[in-house]
Antibody, heavy 119, light 106 residues
Framework: QVQLQESGPGLVKPSETLSLTCGVS?????????WAWVRQPQEKDLQWLGS???????TYEPSLKSRVTISRDTSNNHFSLTMRSVTAADTALYYC????????????WGPGILVTVSS | DIQMTQSPSSVSASVGDRVTITCRAG??????LNWYQQKPGKAPQLLIF???TLQSGVPSRFRGTRSGTEFTLTISSLQPEDFATYYC????????FGQGTKVEMK
């Protein structure tokens, strides 16, 4: 059974770079369809940030494309999110998820990590 | 971007009630529509994919349907564990979530 776990700093200063890692167990990140990052400001909407296909190609939410990069480490079976030039508006719960199946649904999620942007 | 308009934003209901949540897509997304349930402090969980297929373990009181670009999630008889927030999601062109519907106790 696939399991995902986000890790990274819970506090980032404005204008700096947010870096999160999603550790995956039970399924190789080089398989499946996509691996995704989603965020949720407190009690607000879910926002898809970007995804990495199992071959390493990436796609991003257009409004964030200039600030976001998703990468992977196949030897450690994890994938990562980097978001540059953060502001308070980037404060949110960040989730990683596996995208699977014909209808590209997010069938497995990590528990989430709260990232606060503050000086 | 494909916009997803979900309604209502909240609904008050009692155990045993029938609850209906609607999601309208701003584009023809065919059957690339998924539903998620999120409880406080937890990650969303996949409920239904491809409009109407229940994820493993999801009770049959949940039902998803489609009429053109309008999609509906129906809970036939609300149970105590169903009080949660529900999100639709299109996966036809990248991914977009609806704004969520909070099902609250009346």
């Amino acid at each position: 059974q696939v399991q995902l776990q986000e890790s990274g700093p819970g506090l980032v200063k404005p204008s700096e770079t947010l870096s999160l890692t999603c550790g995956v167990s039970g399924f190789p990140v080089t398989s499946g369809h996509y691996w995704a990052w989603v965020r949720q400001p407190q009690e607000k909407d879910l926002q898809w940030l970007g995804s990495m296909y199992h071959d390493g190609t990436t796609t991003y939410e257009p409004s964030l494309k200039s600030r976001v990069t998703i990468s992977r480490d196949t030897s450690n079976n994890h994938f990562s999110l980097t978001m540059r030039s953060v502001t308070a508006a980037d404060t949110a719960l960040y989730y990683c998820a596996r995208v699977f199946g014909e209808f590209l649904s997010f069938d497995s999620w990590g528990p989430g990590i709260l990232v606060t942007v503050s000086s | 971007d494909i916009q997803m308009t979900q309604s209502p934003s909240s609904v008050s209901a009692s155990v045993g009630d029938r609850v209906t949540i609607t999601c309208r897509a701003g584009h023809n997304i065919r059957t690339y529509l998924n539903w998620y349930q999120q409880k406080p402090g937890k990650a969303p969980q996949l409920l239904i994919f491809g409009v109407s297929t229940l994820q493993s373990g999801v009770p049959s009181r949940f039902r998803g349907t489609r009429s053109g670009t309008e999609f509906t999630l129906t809970i036939s008889s609300l149970q105590p564990e169903d009080f949660a927030t529900y999100y639709c999601q299109q996966s036809y062109s990248t991914w977009t979530f609806g704004q969520g519907t909070k099902v609250e106790m009346k």
